[in-house]
């Protein structure tokens, strides 16, 4: 009996050396893993996504998949959540702004002042989040990098889902960017702004006669056909597009956005109070205006 006993407890002991070695070789196997893996966020989950280099298509990601979804367009996007299985992250130019990160399908992504870095935190939600759709992607989805930096990228939960956060700063589309290269959402609220591949704001958080737009939305402006607010005026004012033709000046007590297209439309810039000469930032007539919410 003894012997059978000294048997039983040398195998008993021989197993656990086995046990204890193949666990210790499945510890070292997952932290080589997860250090390869992980992105810069602690995220419960984060670890489930994939991230690789290249665009989608290098990827051969599926069609009409992830951002290339009919239903992941900015405005069908502000109806409800929307979760991608992928999204692309592109260091692009969209419109003025040059750098500034595009999605997949080409549409601007932006950065909320209100929002904060350390931590990552979201304070757009509720309406803010219907005009401003987060971009999410999917647990265990795969996250594209087009000339942006893995280490600029983070995740904060939200919606079941994850929020792309770059430079620390949650990531949004804006629901009335109806086509690619649209950027309707820049200076909106003197708080909205395209984001860089760094996080920092795109066109250096400018308005277009460069300075911060620090002062409140405008909601009114004269325009003057000449220069140093010269020569024949017109005024207008109220909410939505305004049409408008000059080539000279404007004095508004805030921040207004003006477009070199009808009905607001083609290339557009956030311009804070009176500008000189409108030629000096670029525009050679302004054709439509909108005062922002």
Not at 19 to 32: F, I, Q, T
Not at 82 to 105: F, H, I, M
Not at 230 to 247: E, L, M, T
Not at 253 to 279: L, P
């Amino acid at each position: 009996m003894f012997r059978t006993r000294a048997a039983a407890l040398a195998s008993f002991a021989a197993v656990g050396i086995l046990l204890l070695s193949a666990c210790r070789g499945n510890d070292g196997g997952n932290d080589a893993g997860a250090a390869a893996a992980a992105p810069a966020s602690s995220a419960s989950g984060v670890s489930d996504l994939s991230i690789k280099n290249g665009t989608a298509e290098q990827n051969k990601a599926p069609a009409k998949t992830g951002d290339w979804a009919p239903g992941a367009a900015p405005a069908v996007a502000a109806k409800k959540p929307v979760v991608r299985k992928w999204v692309q992250l592109s260091a692009g130019r969209a419109g003025v702004l040059d750098p500034v990160v595009v999605n997949g399908a080409g549409f601007t992504l932006y950065r909320f002042d209100k929002d904060t870095t350390d931590p990552s935190k979201s304070n757009c939600s509720g309406a803010c989040a219907t005009t401003w759709p987060p971009y999410l992607v999917a647990r265990g989805g795969r996250v594209f990098l087009d000339g942006i930096d893995k280490s600029a990228i983070g995740f904060i939960e939200r919606d079941g889902a994850f929020q792309v956060t770059i430079g620390g700063w949650p990531v949004y589309l804006f629901g009335k960017d109806t086509q690619a290269g649209d950027t309707n959402g820049q200076g909106v609220g003197g708080t909205w702004f395209g984001v860089k591949p760094s996080g920092e704001k795109s066109g250096g958080g400018e308005s277009g006669n460069g300075a911060d737009p620090t002062s409140s939305p405008a909601s009114s402006a004269t325009f003057f056909e000449g220069p140093n607010f010269a020569d024949a005026s017109q005024g207008v004012a109220g909410p939505g597009c305004k049409n408008v033709r000059f080539s000279g000046s404007l004095q508004a007590a805030g921040a207004v956005k003006i477009w070199d297209g009808a009905d607001c439309s083609g290339k557009s810039k956030v311009v804070d109070g009176n500008v000189q000469d409108i030629s000096a930032i670029g525009f050679g007539r302004v054709r439509s205006v909108r005062f922002l919410d």
